[in-house]
T-cell receptor, first 116, second 110 residues
Framework: AQTVTQSQPEMSVQEAETVTLSCTYD???????LFWYKQPPSRQMILVIR??????QNATENRFSVNFQKAAKSFSLKISDSQLGDAAMYFC?????????????FGKGTKLTVNP | NAGVTQTPKFRVLKTGQSMTLLCAQD?????MYWYRQDPGMGLRLIHY???????AKGEVPDGYNVSRLKKQNFLLGLESAAPSQTSVYFC?????????FGPGTRLTVT
């Protein structure tokens, strides 16, 4: 079974600075998808960024980018120019490309605090 | 479009009571999921469905049942609630691009 590990329970960053959240995963599959979700205090789960394992190019969405290292099974999220609204729980998730169910396996999350 | 909605948003149950959580979606997605979120545990999959009339067990299915009689609805039932089922429950749907979540239901079992 696949597992996802987020080794940083909490992180903090100063407003306007850059922060990187870590995620590692364990799988024997070669084709899969990886995601980062944001959960602000409102509790709503918001999809931040998505990466297909077969793509070597790292995904980018505005101030959010990933560093996908397939051989190392690492998938970190970089937030540039941090804003107060970035304060949230961040979850890394894995999805197999096989099987057709599109189930997600989540890490336990990293709580990000943004200091003004 | 409402997206994914969940009913109710909050509920308090006594041990042994039953209840049903309703998830509704208007995105015409085939796949639907129920997760629970507990502090320090992330989200764990309870049950899921890959289409109308189908259901399957996830990682933590014990104590829960589900039904998907209509494509747009996915129901999660607790037949005899226990304090260990105190949690926040999320419904999600997907169709290839990542999952879309409802706002969650906070359930407390006393």
């Amino acid at each position: 079974a696949q597992t996802v590990t987020q080794s940083q329970p909490e992180m903090s960053v100063q407003e306007a600075e850059t922060v990187t959240l870590s995620c590692t995963y364990d799988t024997s599959e070669s084709d899969y998808y990886l995601f980062w979700y944001k959960q602000p205090p409102s509790r709503q789960m918001i999809l931040v960024i998505r990466q297909e394992a077969y793509k070597q190019q790292n995904a980018t969405e505005n101030r959010f980018s990933v560093n996908f290292q397939k051989a190392a099974k690492s998938f970190s999220l970089k937030i540039s120019d941090s804003q107060l609204g970035d304060a949230a729980m961040y979850f890394c998730a894995y999805r197999s490309a096989a099987g057709g169910s599109e189930k997600l396996v989540f890490g336990k999350g990293t709580k990000l605090t943004v200091n003004p | 479009n409402a997206g994914v909605t969940q009913t109710p948003k909050f509920r308090v149950l006594k041990t042994g009571q039953s209840m049903t959580l309703l998830c509704a979606q208007d995105m015409n997605h085939e796949y639907m999921y129920w997760y629970r979120q507990d502090p320090g545990m992330g989200l764990r999959l309870i049950h899921y469905s890959v289409g109308e009339g189908t259901t399957a067990k996830g990682e933590v299915p014990d104590g829960y049942n589900v039904s998907r009689l209509k494509k747009q609805n996915f129901l999660l039932g607790l037949e005899s609630a226990a304090p260990s089922q105190t949690s926040v429950y999320f419904c999600a749907t997907s169709r290839g691009q990542g999952q879309y979540f409802g706002p969650g239901t906070r359930l407390t079992v006393t």
